[in-house]
């Protein structure tokens, strides 16, 4: 199942160094929102937190990025719940209330049993909204695991901030000669975003000097979907595209959603 194997050839001291900024914090859920802890076996677990919305037309599977936890969006989820979205954020190991160590194999590997337990959790809570997943900067790596590998659980994938391609920011951190096989590395990335056929929506800063927007650019024009959307916020950086284009962000994911949402 899945690609762990395949991210484990990066897992590199000097990488998960300048990659993995892990945050154990914490703070009680607001009304409405529930903690979730993910058991991975071996006594590992990751947490997660649902923000629901009463009537949802569909729920989002959220990966956050680097140096986030999932508390960090309880202010973020109620303008997801304006769009009739459930959220449901998902931390990864040593991240909020995990406990274990990041890598690049378990980041995508754990989005598997995330999804599982979120599908499970809807089950119990008789939801029947279509389910999204969207990964936003180092996130976009389980987002893109879980759009290649269960494209038929999902309705669209979401990409913010995101890239694709680790090696190209291993490359623009002068660390490439750490790791020699980045060139097939990145070779069998391109083969898995081209197998991505599930409608894809892109948003990025145009003045994203981490994740430079050719990333973005470079996914859209290769994804294998044929129903994509390119968004692109003028004067947004890496970590502010959501309040610069708040209105633009928030009406191409309400649209995108409501778009591929059954109607009842």
């Keep these: 199942m899945g690609n762990g194997t395949l991210y484990s050839n990066l897992d590199l001291p ?19 929102a529930s903690d979730h802890a993910i058991s991975l076996g071996g006594g590992i677990h990751v947490s997660a937190r649902l923000y629901p919305v009463r009537n ?25 719940n304006r769009v009739n979205v459930n959220l449901f954020v998902a931390d990864y190991r040593g991240y909020g209330r995990s406990n274990g160590s990041p890598s690049f194999a ?30 936003r900067s180092l996130g976009s790596h389980p ?11 999902f309705r669209g994938l979401i990409l913010e901030s995101g890239f694709a391609h680790i090696s190209r920011l291993i490359r623009n951190m002068g660390l490439a000669s750490a790791a020699p096989g980045l060139d097939a590395f990145e070779k069998a990335i391109d083969a898995r975003v ?3 056929t599930i409608p894809v929506l892109v948003i990025h800063g145009e003045e994203d000097t981490l994740v430079l927007p050719e990333n973005a650019r470079h996914f859209y024009e290769n994804v294998g979907s044929h129903d994509k959307t390119l968004l692109t916020i003028p004067g947004a950086g890496h970590n502010d595209v959501m309040t610069v284009g708040m209105k633009e962000y928030f009406e191409a994911i309400g649209t995108f959603v409501a778009r591929l949402t059954p109607k009842t």
């Design 14 to 32: 000097e990488f998960h160094r300048v990659i993995f900024y892990p945050r154990p914090d914490w703070e009680p859920p607001p009304t409405q």
């Design 56 to 80: 949802a037309m569909a729920t989002m599977l959220f990966f956050h990025g680097n140096g986030e936890v999932a508390s960090d969006y309880d202010h973020i989820a109620p303008l997801y």
């Design 106 to 135: 378990t980041l995508v590997a754990d989005a598997h049993p995330v999804l599982d337990h979120l599908q499970e959790l809807l089950r119990r809570r008789e939801e029947s909204a279509s389910l999204f997943v969207m990964g």
């Design 143 to 153: 987002a893109i695991e879980l759009a290649t590998c269960c494209s038929g659980r």
């Design 194 to 196: 081209k197998a991505i």
